[in-house]
């Protein structure tokens, strides 16, 4: 059975970091791109980083650009968002995407339940 679980969400104050983790299991996480994605109230969802299979490669949006990091270790199956000095226009569901990238798992996309960040004083 497929799960992507978030967490590490929850309320900071303006300027603070949180730390969002994605634990995966059901697949062979070290083939899919893994992507965090947010959806703010009444906003569409938007990507905020990628990180390739092998974690060589990352994307972020140029809103969260030199304030948040992606990161992933293959070996616990676990994707990583270090969130710094946010902002309240951070806030928003934040949800963790897989993505196959060839193969067996080509075309295979998962998502998780989403965790809520709260940026607010």
């Known amino acids: 059975q497929v799960q992507l679980v978030e967490s590490g969400g929850g309320l900071v104050q303006p300027g603070g970091s949180l730390r969002l983790s994605c634990a995966a299991s059901?697949?062979?996480?070290?083939?899919?791109?893994m992507t965090w994605y947010r959806q703010a109230p009444g906003k569409e969802r938007e990507l905020v980083a990628s990180?390739?299979?092998?974690?060589?490669?990352?994307n972020y949006a140029d809103s969260v650009k030199g304030r948040f990091t992606i990161n992933r270790e293959n070996a616990k199956n676990t994707v990583y968002l270090q969130m710094n000095s946010l902002k309240p226009e951070d806030t928003a569901v934040y949800y963790c995407?897989?993505?196959?990238?060839?193969?067996?798992?080509?075309?295979?996309?998962?998502w998780g339940q989403g965790t809520q960040v709260t940026v607010s004083s």
């Open positions: 990180i390739t299979s092998s974690g060589v490669f990352t």
């Open positions: 059901g697949f062979t996480f070290s083939s899919y791109t």
């Open positions: 995407n897989a993505a196959g990238v060839g193969g067996i798992d080509r075309g295979k996309n998962y």
